[in-house]
């Protein structure tokens, strides 16, 4: 599990390959990510921004972030 303090949400890592994202302020998850092939071990949240790392027991690693964040990049 990862705490993002600044907004009040954990990631959440499961051997069923999804990673979920809780809202601590409405006590549900928000979101479930779903990207790797195999058990994903580890999440990690960018001290700064709303972006997790997360690596996999299928021998990768992912970077998630939202759709706007990517977007004022462009």
């Known amino acids: 599990m990862e705490f993002d303090?600044?907004?009040g949400l954990i990631a959440s890592t499961?051997?069923?390959t999804t990673i979920a994202i809780y809202d601590?302020?409405?006590k549900t998850i928000v979101n479930r990510i779903q990207s790797h092939?195999?058990?994903v071990v580890l999440a990690k949240?960018?001290?700064f921004y709303p972006v997790i790392l997360s690596t996999s027991a299928d021998s990768t690693a992912r970077l998630?972030?939202?759709q706007r964040?990517?977007?004022s990049f462009k």
């Open 5 to 7: 303090a600044s907004a």
């Open 14 to 16: 499961s051997f069923d």
């Open 24 to 26: 601590l302020n409405k």
């Open 37 to 39: 092939a195999d058990r």
């Open 45 to 47: 949240w960018h001290p």
């Open 64 to 66: 998630f972030a939202p």
């Open 69 to 71: 964040f990517v977007e």
